[in-house]
Structures are given as structure tokens and as C-alpha cells.
């Protein structure tokens, strides 16, 4: 296969990397490492992808490293040809069965249009047919003409080969490449994958990029997939393949067609359900949003700067750094106002560019979108840029732009105020209805059970509002705690109100202890040892009489949901609330367990036996009563 050409002889002055480069380039002393990408439904692998690396231990061994080196003397199509030919001989000499994935800019994709017709026949004649080749396109440049590129796409396609594209919700987040490009596979960036185990606003982006998939007719590849759990949400979802460190690492030897992968989380039939990250919910750093834009230092002339924004339609700002330290940046609009005047640039062409520079705002990468909101927002009587300068401890890093610090801040509010409770920080109404429906369209069995403080509102009036927020947070903390993660839910409706979602096998062991854990605390909220004695303390109702309000006690109540049993959460909620009153009729603390006959796909099914058990905790409650045995569905 001869898809590569000699590349021109070395510049004299050549950096040592630059060297060593076309010398690896020139011997042919590269080599590939194939990650494979696992098929959910299968069970195995479905395809891999080919990564370059250069020689163990060396300066050029990672691809950032190679392609850096290449960049700076503009080879960097040659070494993209030629690291797509490593990958396709070696490929080839493992007589592997699996479909190819190779990394190609959108500028050495056009550039290798005259080379399909002997492409097509060097792959035939070492046994790898195109049909098995996906170009994944990465995102080196913008693209300003889409009929070209669909022409240049449109042959790749012709000869057989496959399109996918890179990193999608990153570098791809334009919707519009993804409508021209059409391809047949489109990779989520590790970005979404990352947390989507306890992240919902991360599982909702996944289902809407599904959703986009599944009208362009593509197929959805997640990256970065590291843990069992994000195995499972990802399959939960209906995204087939997935590929990072939880499912293979890359490794010079393909595994072949037959050799089945058994991820553990692929085999649980269980649904998993995002959990509370066990810190808090996380505040994102700055660093998030750097932009590396490489700097000019501050003898550059304004001529050279002009010719940057010139050349560069997408350039906006120039950060202008001396010895590592920011001191200035340059805004295209700047430059090009004082030029535009007569004779302007003539004059002040060949003068430094510090001459024309703004001075720039700094903040470390380690602070939060927070932080440097606040510190932007508490500026006054400045003219602020759309841009500022991110450093690490001092030294310069990249760009963020304020439009995207407000977004991220914009997303963070939208966030928590329909996804969290700000007091307890548990998910909110809208989660809680969605992790119900998912349940209930995956025909998995599970309990829902109401969480509710009886006697909380005089307790809220005698004690005031501080203990019983303490009290809600306690109580969120408890449920928490008895959970299991990822097979339980826990969700706070708002006020005194718990909802939780449970498909463990001991679920009714884990309500009593909550009922019991909150019954032995209860002194540290009654602080007053005459109202414990009396089992509450005197108030006045809504007329202004005189009553006595018992102390407050926890009542739970719980539906059994049994697969094909109710249409959608509305259903539940509505089946909750009577659960709840029952409950509530209890004295004290108590369990009720409703049961019923359900109608399941046009039969009645007597589930888990007599409808309206009760099921009281053994503190402060009526005498035990009738035991709630496991779901067999539901198994940990």
C-alpha cells in the first residue's frame, strides 16, 4: 500500500523533535495500538480504533507530541497519511475481522481525493475491503464550503468507506456538520460520558444526541467509558457501542472477531439510576473553558499581527505574552478601527504591538466559574473585552470568553433550579418523574415510597424554621444513606416530602431502618426533656384553641410497581398519595405497604398478595404486622 510520499528534506535549522520526526517519518518507524469498541447487544467487540504512537520511552512516543512536532514544520497531512497507512498494514497482518477506525482532518481528507482509485486497490489486495474503513474526522479547521466537502465525502463513500465524526458536544457541537456530514457513526465526547452516572443534565444531553441519531440514521459510539455504571446508564439509553478504559485499553494485538467481552455491568438487568455525587454536587473549574490561542510576544509588530487576524477568519483576540506571563490582548476589532484610519497603518505598521494591546484580566485555571463570575461581575467603571486571560500559578494557558462563562453560569442556575432541591441538593420533581418513567418503560419491577414527616408544622412553629430545615436534611441524609447506589433513587419533592425508588431486594429492610434511625435522633431536634416526656407539647390551631401536637414521626407509604402495572409516573404518584394518607393514619412512625390486584397487559395479577398491608416500623408503632417479602424482579 503507497499511500505515502517522501516528504521535503529538513530545514538546517530544524528543532531536535523536528529531526527525529523525519527520520521516524523517513524509516517508516512508527507504530499503531488498536482500542476495540464494544457491541452492548452483542457482547463483544464490534470494531477498534487505530492510535498512532511513535517509539516507547522517546520524546515522539504520544500523538500530540508527533503531530506538534509535524506542525511546525507543516507536514502534518504527510505524517496523517502516513499514520493511517501504519495502521491499515498493520491491521492487514493481523487478518482481524473487525471494522477499522482511522483519524483524518477534513484538510488531508480532501487532499487525498486523486489517491481513492489506488487506495481502493492496495486495500483489496491485503484482504481488508473499504467497507470495513471509517474515517473518523477530527476538527483541525472550520469548514466554510459544504458542497465540496459532501463531493469529497460522497467519493470516500462510493468506494465503500464509512464516515463517523469525532467528539461530538465538543469540537462538533454545531449541529449544522452533523446535518451536511450525514455520517454513519457519531462519537459523544468523554465530556458527557464523564459522571453521567450522577449527572442527570449529562444523561439528558446523551438522550438528545440519540434522538438527533436516530433521525439522521447514525449510529452513537460513547468515549471515555471508565466505569461499570456508565456502562449500564449508557445502555439504559439505548447507545449500542462504547469505548474507553472500562472496556479495553489500546494495545498493539486486535482481539479477534470470536473473543466475546463480558463487562459485568452489561449483564445486570437492573436499570441504574443516577446517584448524588458523595461530595456535593461538583462547581466546574475555569480551565473548562481554555481555548489555547497561541500568543505573540511584545516586540511583534502590529503588521504581523494584522496578518494573523487576516489569514485567520475564526481569530478574534491575540494574547500577547513575554516570558510566559500574559501582559496584554489584542481584539481584531481594536486593531483593525486604529488601521482603518488614513495612513494608520503605514505609520504604525512596523511599531509594537503593546502600543495597540488592552490589559488583560487573569484567573488561575483552579477557579470555579464561580468565582470568576463574581470577580467580574464586582468590576466597575471598566470597559470589559469578551475575553480574559486563564494562567497557571502566573504563567499563560489559553482564553476563555465571558459569552461562555455566562452560559456555563446560565446552565448551572437552569440546573439547579429544576433539578435540585436547594436544601437537601437531591434531585428535584422533574429527575424524579424521569427516573420513575425509565423504570416503568424498562419493565423492571420496583417500589416507590412516599417519605413524609407527620406533625412537622407545629413541631416547625414551637422549634422554628432552622431545626426543621435540619430536620428535612437529616431525614434527606438518612434515606441516603440507607440506599443502595445507583439501585435506589432518593428525590426530595420539596418541604417535608421524600420520594424513593427502590429495585433493591431488601428494600423494606432499608425503609425501617430509616424509620428506626430517625426515631433514636429525634431527641437531638426536641431539645425540651418535658415535651419528650409528654410526647409533644400544647399549641394552637387554626381557630386559636388550644391542642396538643404530637411529636413528629415519619410515615412511609409504598406501591409495589410491578412491570406492564401502570402507564407512567402520573399513575404512580396518583397510587403514592393514597399509600401516604394510609400511612399517615398509623400512629407514629409506619410502614404501609399497598397491594392490590393491577391490571397487566389484559389480565388481573394479584401481586405480592392482600391488597393493603401494613407493615408499622417496631418503634412507636402499632404491633408488627404483615411482612412484605422481596421483589422477585428486582435482584441485587
Same mark, same amino acid.
Given at each position: 500500500?503507497?499511500?505515502?510520499?517522501?516528504?521535503?528534506?529538513?530545514?538546517?535549522?530544524?528543532?531536535?523533535?523536528?529531526?527525529?520526526?523525519?527520520?521516524?517519518?523517513?524509516?517508516?518507524?512508527?507504530?499503531?495500538?488498536?482500542?476495540?469498541?464494544?457491541?452492548?447487544?452483542?457482547?463483544?467487540?464490534?470494531?477498534?480504533?487505530?492510535?498512532?504512537?511513535?517509539?516507547?520511552?522517546?520524546?515522539?512516543?504520544?500523538?500530540?507530541?508527533?503531530?506538534?512536532?509535524?506542525?511546525?514544520?507543516?507536514?502534518?497531512?504527510?505524517?496523517?497519511?502516513?499514520?493511517?497507512?501504519?495502521?491499515?498494514?498493520?491491521?492487514?497482518?493481523?487478518?482481524?475481522?473487525?471494522?477499522?477506525?482511522?483519524?483524518?482532518?477534513?484538510?488531508?481528507?480532501?487532499?487525498?481525493?486523486?489517491?481513492?482509485?489506488?487506495?481502493?486497490?492496495?486495500?483489496?489486495?491485503?484482504?481488508?475491503?473499504?467497507?470495513?474503513?471509517?474515517?473518523?474526522?477530527?476538527?483541525?479547521?472550520?469548514?466554510?464550503?459544504?458542497?465540496?466537502?459532501?463531493?469529497?465525502?460522497?467519493?470516500?463513500?462510493?468506494?465503500?468507506?464509512?464516515?463517523?465524526?469525532?467528539?461530538?458536544?465538543?469540537?462538533?457541537?454545531?449541529?449544522?456538520?452533523?446535518?451536511?456530514?450525514?455520517?454513519?457513526?457519531?462519537?459523544?465526547?468523554?465530556?458527557?460520558?464523564?459522571?453521567?452516572?450522577?449527572?442527570?443534565?449529562?444523561?439528558?444531553?446523551?438522550?438528545?444526541?440519540?434522538?438527533?441519531?436516530?433521525?439522521?440514521?447514525?449510529?452513537?459510539?460513547?468515549?471515555?467509558?471508565?466505569?461499570?455504571?456508565?456502562?449500564?446508564?449508557?445502555?439504559?439509553?439505548?447507545?449500542?457501542?462504547?469505548?474507553?478504559?472500562?472496556?479495553?485499553?489500546?494495545?498493539?494485538?486486535?482481539?479477534?472477531?470470536?473473543?466475546?467481552?463480558?463487562?459485568?455491568?452489561?449483564?445486570?438487568?437492573?436499570?441504574?439510576?443516577?446517584?448524588?455525587?458523595?461530595?456535593?454536587?461538583?462547581?466546574?473549574?475555569?480551565?473548562?473553558?481554555?481555548?489555547?490561542?497561541?500568543?505573540?510576544?511584545?516586540?511583534?509588530?502590529?503588521?504581523?499581527?494584522?496578518?494573523?487576524?487576516?489569514?485567520?477568519?475564526?481569530?478574534?483576540?491575540?494574547?500577547?505574552?513575554?516570558?510566559?506571563?500574559?501582559?496584554?490582548?489584542?481584539?481584531?476589532?481594536?486593531?483593525?478601527?486604529?488601521?482603518?484610519?488614513?495612513?494608520?497603518?503605514?505609520?504604525?505598521?512596523?511599531?509594537?504591538?503593546?502600543?495597540?494591546?488592552?490589559?488583560?484580566?487573569?484567573?488561575?485555571?483552579?477557579?470555579?466559574?464561580?468565582?470568576?463570575?463574581?470577580?467580574?461581575?464586582?468590576?466597575?467603571?471598566?470597559?470589559?473585552?469578551?475575553?480574559?486571560?486563564?494562567?497557571?500559578?502566573?504563567?499563560?494557558?489559553?482564553?476563555?470568553?465571558?459569552?461562555?462563562?455566562?452560559?456555563?453560569?446560565?446552565?448551572?442556575?437552569?440546573?439547579?433550579?429544576?433539578?435540585?432541591?436547594?436544601?437537601?441538593?437531591?434531585?428535584?420533581?422533574?429527575?424524579?418523574?424521569?427516573?420513575?418513567?425509565?423504570?416503568?418503560?424498562?419493565?423492571?419491577?420496583?417500589?416507590?415510597?412516599?417519605?413524609?414527616?407527620?406533625?412537622?408544622?407545629?413541631?416547625?412553629?414551637?422549634?422554628?424554621?432552622?431545626?426543621?430545615?435540619?430536620?428535612?436534611?437529616?431525614?434527606?441524609?438518612?434515606?441516603?444513606?440507607?440506599?443502595?447506589?445507583?439501585?435506589?433513587?432518593?428525590?426530595?419533592?420539596?418541604?417535608?416530602?421524600?420520594?424513593?425508588?427502590?429495585?433493591?431486594?431488601?428494600?423494606?429492610?432499608?425503609?425501617?431502618?430509616?424509620?428506626?434511625?430517625?426515631?433514636?435522633?429525634?431527641?437531638?431536634?426536641?431539645?425540651?426533656?418535658?415535651?419528650?416526656?409528654?410526647?409533644?407539647?400544647?399549641?394552637?390551631?387554626?381557630?386559636?384553641?388550644?391542642?396538643? @401536637?404530637?411529636?413528629?414521626?415519619?410515615?412511609?407509604?409504598?406501591?409495589?410497581?410491578?412491570?406492564?402495572?401502570?402507564?407512567? @409516573?402520573?399513575?404512580?404518584?396518583?397510587?403514592?398519595?393514597?399509600?401516604?394518607?394510609?400511612?399517615?393514619?398509623?400512629?407514629?412512625?409506619?410502614?404501609?405497604?399497598?397491594?392490590?390486584?393491577?391490571?397487566?397487559?389484559?389480565?388481573?395479577?394479584?401481586?405480592?398478595?392482600?391488597?393493603?398491608?401494613?407493615?408499622?416500623?417496631?418503634?412507636?408503632?402499632?404491633?408488627?404486622?404483615?411482612?412484605?417479602?422481596?421483589?422477585?424482579?428486582?435482584?441485587?
Amino acid at each position: 500500500m503507497n499511500i505515502y510520499s517522501q516528504g521535503d528534506e529538513i530545514a538546517a535549522d530544524a528543532s531536535p523533535h523536528s529531526r527525529a520526526l523525519r527520520s521516524l517519518m523517513d524509516d517508516r518507524g512508527l507504530h499503531a495500538v488498536y482500542q476495540p469498541i464494544f457491541d452492548v447487544r452483542q457482547g463483544r467487540h464490534f470494531a477498534c480504533e487505530a492510535l498512532i504512537r511513535g517509539p516507547e520511552n522517546s520524546a515522539l512516543h504520544t500523538p500530540a507530541a508527533l503531530f506538534a512536532a509535524a506542525a511546525s514544520e507543516q507536514w502534518t497531512h504527510e505524517l496523517e497519511w502516513l499514520a493511517v497507512e501504519t495502521a491499515i498494514l498493520q491491521f492487514a497482518e493481523q487478518h482481524c475481522a473487525l471494522r477499522l477506525f482511522v483519524n483524518m482532518s477534513i484538510g488531508c481528507l480532501h487532499a487525498s481525493r486523486k489517491r481513492l482509485v489506488a487506495v481502493r486497490q492496495d486495500l483489496l489486495r491485503l484482504g481488508v475491503p473499504p467497507s470495513r474503513i471509517v474515517i473518523e474526522l477530527t476538527e483541525n479547521e472550520s469548514v466554510t464550503d459544504f458542497s465540496d466537502l459532501q463531493e469529497t465525502l460522497q467519493d470516500f463513500r462510493r468506494i465503500g468507506i464509512q464516515i463517523a465524526m469525532d467528539d461530538m458536544g465538543e469540537g462538533f457541537s454545531n449541529l449544522r456538520m452533523w446535518s451536511e456530514v450525514r455520517p454513519e457513526f457519531v462519537k459523544i465526547d468523554r465530556h458527557f460520558v464523564s459522571g453521567i452516572d450522577t449527572d442527570p443534565l449529562k444523561l439528558h444531553f446523551v438522550r438528545a444526541m440519540h434522538e438527533i441519531a436516530d433521525a439522521c440514521g447514525s449510529a452513537l459510539i460513547a468515549e471515555g467509558v471508565e466505569t461499570g455504571t456508565q456502562l449500564a446508564v449508557l445502555r439504559d439509553l439505548g447507545i449500542v457501542y462504547l469505548q474507553g478504559f472500562g472496556i479495553a485499553r489500546p494495545a498493539r494485538i486486535i482481539p479477534p472477531l470470536s473473543h466475546r467481552a463480558h463487562p459485568t455491568a452489561a449483564n445486570d438487568s437492573r436499570l441504574v439510576l443516577p446517584s448524588r455525587p458523595a461530595n456535593g454536587p461538583r462547581m466546574p473549574r475555569i480551565d473548562q473553558l481554555l481555548h489555547e490561542v497561541p500568543p505573540v510576544s511584545p516586540d511583534t509588530d502590529n503588521d504581523a499581527v494584522y496578518r494573523l487576524f487576516e489569514h485567520q477568519s475564526a481569530l478574534n483576540i491575540v494574547p500577547v505574552v513575554a516570558k510566559g506571563q500574559p501582559v496584554g490582548l489584542i481584539t481584531r476589532s481594536a486593531l483593525i478601527d486604529r488601521f482603518a484610519r488614513p495612513f494608520r497603518r503605514e505609520l504604525y505598521g512596523k511599531r509594537p504591538c503593546t502600543m495597540v494591546m488592552d490589559r488583560p484580566l487573569l484567573f488561575d485555571e483552579a477557579q470555579s466559574v464561580q468565582e470568576v463570575a463574581q470577580a467580574i461581575g464586582s468590576l466597575r467603571g471598566i470597559e470589559l473585552c469578551d475575553s480574559f486571560v486563564i494562567t497557571r500559578q502566573g504563567r499563560y494557558r489559553g482564553i476563555g470568553f465571558l459569552r461562555e462563562l455566562m452560559a456555563i453560569i446560565t446552565d448551572m442556575q437552569i440546573r439547579a433550579a429544576r433539578y435540585a432541591n436547594p436544601l437537601t441538593q437531591l434531585p428535584g420533581n422533574v429527575p424524579i418523574n424521569e427516573q420513575m418513567d425509565r423504570l416503568i418503560e424498562a419493565e423492571l419491577g420496583f417500589v416507590a415510597a412516599y417519605c413524609d414527616l407527620d406533625h412537622f408544622k407545629p413541631y416547625n412553629d414551637t422549634y422554628g424554621y432552622q431545626r426543621g430545615d435540619r430536620m428535612i436534611q437529616q431525614l434527606g441524609a438518612l434515606l441516603t444513606e440507607a440506599t443502595a447506589d445507583h439501585a435506589d433513587f432518593v428525590g426530595h419533592v420539596g418541604g417535608d416530602d421524600f420520594i424513593v425508588l427502590l429495585q433493591s431486594r431488601d428494600w423494606e429492610t432499608r425503609l425501617r431502618r430509616v424509620i428506626d434511625e430517625f426515631d433514636a435522633a429525634l431527641p437531638q431536634h426536641v431539645t425540651n426533656a418535658m415535651h419528650l416526656a409528654a410526647g409533644g407539647y400544647c399549641g394552637e390551631d387554626r381557630r386559636g384553641q388550644a391542642v396538643f @401536637h404530637p411529636l413528629p414521626a415519619l410515615s412511609i407509604g409504598c406501591v409495589i410497581v410491578p412491570p406492564g402495572a401502570f402507564a407512567s @409516573h402520573h399513575d404512580v404518584s396518583a397510587a403514592l398519595s393514597e399509600a401516604k394518607k394510609e400511612a399517615k393514619r398509623i400512629p407514629g412512625s409506619a410502614l404501609f405497604v399497598e397491594r392490590r390486584q393491577y391490571q397487566v397487559r389484559g389480565a388481573l395479577q394479584d401481586y405480592e398478595g392482600a391488597p393493603g398491608a401494613v407493615s408499622p416500623a417496631p418503634a412507636r408503632c402499632v404491633p408488627a404486622g404483615t411482612f412484605v417479602g422481596p421483589l422477585p424482579c428486582c435482584e441485587v
